[in-house]
């Protein structure tokens, strides 16, 4: 990203993906009791909304009819402005953690319970608005005429067939997710105010349908029709029987199920798989890697006599670049021929976006060639091989803990258990057992800071920066067999 796009918080498209994917796996990470506080306050919201609509497009009657959607339409947008600015959770925006699920970073069941967690909490902050606004009375508002509007626009919504309301779900939700999706193009937050109105006006204005919006708006007409007092209907010259059909039978099965099934197909699906399918690979998201970074903090090195040493041997100072890496999909012969090349025996491996997701060697290829009778798959991939785990250090770990940690296996070392219990019994020396231990661990550590690969440090490295301990170099003299076989070579 460029310091120009940086400066202004401004993100291009591809940019704008990559937004949408963390936002997909921030809505999945979130505790359970925190989802559903904050999904009550997005039912709230939203509910909020609907009464701003109602009350902007009650006794419009001479204005044009699609004047009067637009201005509930705009009224109606801020409710998800107040969902984005003050983060609530709302159900048809959640669906977009589809992303988090096709990118692998979390399981479909994961996913589905945190749409049940949300579409719950919209429900109960829904219900606890309508409560507030019953008891509130106000149906009453302008003769009863606010809330005749009410029972029209639930009633309204209760008379789709199963395929209507499935299909005004799925564009709704098309308009709201794409609301959302611009808002990742910008840091602004009156920029993402600005960028949501249109499309909200546009779905409320022309009658799309919303799940969570109805979980206020046909509860509330069903209220009405049930609670109204007899005055409110002779004032209106209506009878409650005209309204007979809002009940909550018909509210969940002919309204509610298929406009939710519509909500996810829109945002789920038409925003979310759609521009993850267009911006993002799917093999590289299945390389991802679990970095492990080993614990120095109980080093045996500082109560050795080490005032001989400089006091500047960290990694920093002596890694060297890491010039060569890999990327997950390259073929594993290609690989092999870069390593062959480099005179490596392994490399870390980096996306395209320059994360560090494994690290391949060449032990990997020859373990493959085993299990497979030395007939391997042509088509296999470096991400099929590498490493997901790996081993890394920091420039500011110092030379000294590394070269222990390569060479020492405390565990083995010192045979106790965490209560100080020795588990093995034996007559050598600390210096013995130190020297006749057999150590699995890394020759060779990818160089990590503020997650972003630095360099690289091997062994070669650590005792060539530990070589002054032995005193001045001496200087190698080729011997004459040595002379020979290099000008056979």
Known sequence: MSSAINTDSNYSPMEMMKQAEKYAVSKASKSTSKTIALAITAGVFIGLAFVFYLTVTTGNGEINWGINRLFGGLAFSMGLILVVICGGELFTSTVLSSIARANKHITTGHMLKTWAKVYFGNFLGAMLLLLLVSMASLYQLDGGQWGLNALNVAQHKLHHQPLEAFSLGVLCNLLVCLAIWMTFCSSNMMTKMAIMVLPVAMFVSTGFEHSVANMF??????????????????????????????????????NL????????VGGGVLVGLSYWAIFSSPKEHQATATIITPDFSNSAVLNKDTTMLQDNLLVNDHMHPATTTLQPGMPVAEALDILINKELSGA???????RLVGFFSVHDTLVDLWCSDYVPNAESKV?????????????????????????????????????????????????????????NRPHSFPVVKDEVLVGMITRNDIIKALRPVYGKQVPVIASDNTSQECEVA
């Open 217 to 254: 708006m046909v509860p509330l007409g069903i209220t009405i029709q049930n609670i109204a007092p007899d005055s409110f209907w002779l004032n209106l010259g209506v009878s409650p029987e005209q309204y007979a059909d809002l009940n909550i039978h018909n509210f969940i099965f002919a």
């Open 348 to 354: 870390p491996v980096l996306s395209s976006d320059q």
């Open 257 to 264: 199920i298929p406009v939710t099934l519509g909500n996810i």
């Open 383 to 439: 991400q099929d091989l590498m490493k997901h785990e790996i081993q890394t250090v920091s420039p500011d770990n110092t030379i000294l803990d590394i070269a222990e940690y390569m060479s020492i296996d405390k565990n083995i070392l010192y045979p106790v258990t965490s209560g100080g219990i020795a588990t093995r019994l034996t007559t050598l020396s600390l210096n013995e057992r130190a020297r006749t231990m057999v150590v």
